[in-house]
């Protein structure tokens, strides 16, 4: 049996992460870790109770009584808080709007990493989110940033939120994704970017069979090192 190791993909909203992560994961017969459906689960759980989302030490205490259980699934890695399956309800457009500001927090991210690095231990990995290669896994030996141009992810999540059935205006996607890449990247508790040792894949012009080939590559040569 080979090994397992730690792959570590980060990136911005709707550049493919949680798709192409899962697809690797299953590939290779790993865990896989959707951290952004963790904050989620924390901030919709905050909208219900009307917790202020700028509130760090209300939400810190909230996160401190809530059970957030990350399932394997055939379609979506399925989340359950509290006993409550939320998958669905956490991809809301009000929990979309929000979670980046509950995600700035220091307390919480200290306590989401801890909960992120118990669930990778002793096993094969693939998590994605936005600062994985350089706060969560660190030592990960692959490192993936996936990014993809604006327009072209708005587009994504057009797409995406029609299937759903959800109302969808490709111009507000834009200017929403653009706000979110910024909040993302220039929050002060590990902002968005990049990390030294990782590799860059843009994934505008590819498919997702292209960038799941790609990575599927860099991570048998990883785990044959």
């Known amino acids: 049996m080979v090994k397992g190791i730690q792959i570590a993909i980060d990136g911005p909203a709707a550049a493919g992460k949680s798709t192409i992560a899962k697809i690797t994961a299953e590939k290779l017969g790993y865990t896989y870790i959707d951290?952004?459906?963790?904050?989620?689960?924390?901030?919709?759980?905050?909208?219900?109770?009307?917790?202020?989302?700028?509130?760090?030490?209300?939400?810190?205490?909230?996160?401190?009584?809530?059970?957030?259980?990350?399932?394997?699934?055939?379609?979506?890695?399925?989340?359950?808080?509290?006993?409550?399956?939320?998958?669905?309800?956490?991809r809301s457009e009000g929990v979309t709007r929000y979670v980046s500001a509950a995600a700035t927090h220091e307390g919480v991210r200290k306590r989401m990493v801890e909960k992120q690095r118990e669930l990778s231990e002793g096993t094969g990995v693939v998590m994605d989110g936005r600062d994985i290669g350089t706060a969560v896994l660190p030592d990960a030996e692959l490192k993936i940033f996936m990014t993809a141009s604006v327009e072209e992810r708005a587009l994504r999540r057009h797409i995406e939120n029609e299937k759903r059935g959800i109302t969808s205006s490709l111009e507000q996607l834009k200017a929403e994704i653009s706000e979110r890449d910024r909040a993302d990247s220039e929050r002060v508790v590990s902002p968005l970017k990049q990390a030294e040792d990782a590799f860059l894949i843009d994934t505008t012009q590819m498919t997702i069979e292209e960038v799941a080939g790609k990575i599927s590559k860099l991570a048998e040569a990883g785990i044959r090192r």
């Not at 989620?40 to 219900?48: D, P, S």
């Not at 810190?60 to 055939?74: A, D, W």
């Not at 979506?76 to 399956?85: A, C, E, F, L, Y």
């Open 35 to 90: 951290t952004g459906a963790m904050y989620r689960a924390l901030t919709h759980k905050a909208i219900e109770q009307g917790i202020d989302i700028n509130d760090g030490d209300a939400l810190e205490n909230l996160l401190k009584e809530t059970e957030i259980i990350l399932l394997p699934s055939t379609v979506v890695q399925s989340v359950i808080m509290d006993g409550r399956d939320v998958t669905d309800a956490i």
